[in-house]
């Protein structure tokens, strides 16, 4: 049993990185278009099919990894486990290579672009970093638990902590970008498929300059918390 549990890291941990330099190729293209001269804000004008095209490969990641965890395992809370355990893997090791291929970061406070689905995310390189090592131990508790007691389950003191903790970490991602659309448009105008040039030309000038690093911790808080109860947890029944 130990021996596949450890096969099954390491083979999903492969295949995130794989992932990893997939996508990182894909940034450099991108760049290699649009910021020739490096990545930069304000940003530039994306043509609105490749502006769709994008948004949807960021969504088939996401299904990529969901895929892998459900392969790897039967459980929910395992497959749970395995897909943040994948998720972060790939997210460290996306500014990995993008350090190797084009030097950037300049730091790991460098603001970046996260995610754009349901908006814009934003945040220095810091954030999901630490997000992802959090990921991991998270990740490993629950795999190495749910192997060596027979029921277990995170328990109902616990999914509160990872909930909340997670709702504040989005809300620190998109509460910049969100504020200042929000100063001209209305909700469903953001959460549109295909924004409307206006959208596009005013998204464009919005400059990231404040990070909620409180916030930030505080919802960090909150996961170790639940993670040290984790390891308390004994054996429960299914």
Known sequence: MQKNKTHNFLIVAIFAIAM????SAVVVYMRTIYYPDGFIFPLKLIEGRIAITEIFREAATIVMLITV???VSKRAIERFAWFIYAFAIWDIFYYVFLFILLGWPESI???DILFLIPVTWTGPVLAPVIN?????LLATVIIQKSKSQIGFRVRITEWPLLILGSCIILY??????TRYMLMKFQISDLLAISPSKEMMEYALNFIP??????????????????IFLMMKNGKTAR
């Not at 990893?20 to 996508?23: I, K, N, P, R």
């Not at 620190?172 to 970008?177: L, N």
């Open 20 to 23: 990893a330099y997939l996508e």
């Open 69 to 71: 965890a459900m392969i």
């Open 132 to 136: 992802s090592i959090t990921m991991i």
């Open 172 to 177: 620190t991602y998109m509460e910049g970008y």
């Open 109 to 111: 406070l460098t603001w």
């Open 209 to 226: 300059v404040h990070f909620n690093w409180t916030l930030f911790i505080l919802a960090e808080i909150f996961f170790f918390y639940a």
